[in-house]
């Protein structure tokens, strides 16, 4: 079992930055694949980030692409999210979530990950 905790939500005026952390439980930090999914009010759980542990490699939704960067801190089994330039529209429960030993082109898709945290809130202001 993984246990995911994140940290960072906040509220934030349009064009601001905030980074979002997510601590692993798991023993190894170095295979499978790491996500960033967020929920706003009335809408589905949508793809954000994701990173492919083993070899580092990113991958995001194109809403968010060049504002945001997702990476990942292995002796600290965390990974992060910075985002910037931030919209109101980026405004969410942002979640973060965990399939370990596995990378395929899946990354995308919630229904494939394992393990979730319980989510942190992100507000950005016009």
């Known amino acids: 079992q993984v246990q995911l905790v994140e940290s960072g939500g906040g509220l934030v005026q349009a064009g601001g930055s905030l980074r979002l952390s997510c601590a692993a439980s798991r023993r190894t930090f170095s295979s499978g694949t790491m996500g960033w999914f967020r929920q706003a009010p009335g809408k589905e759980r949508e793809f954000v980030a994701a990173?492919?542990?083993?070899?580092?490699?990113?991958y995001y939704a194109d809403s968010v692409k060049g504002r945001f960067t997702i990476s990942r801190d292995n002796a600290k089994n965390t990974v992060y999210l910075q985002m910037n330039s931030l919209k109101p529209e980026d405004t969410a429960v942002y979640y973060c979530?965990?399939?370990?030993?596995?990378?395929?082109?899946?990354?995308?898709?919630?229904?494939?990950?394992?393990?979730w945290g319980v989510g942190t809130q992100v507000t950005v202001s016009s």
């Open positions: 979530a965990d399939r370990p030993n596995v990378f395929d082109e899946n990354y995308s898709y919630s229904g494939k990950y394992d393990y």
């Open positions: 990173i492919r542990l083993s070899r580092g490699s990113t």
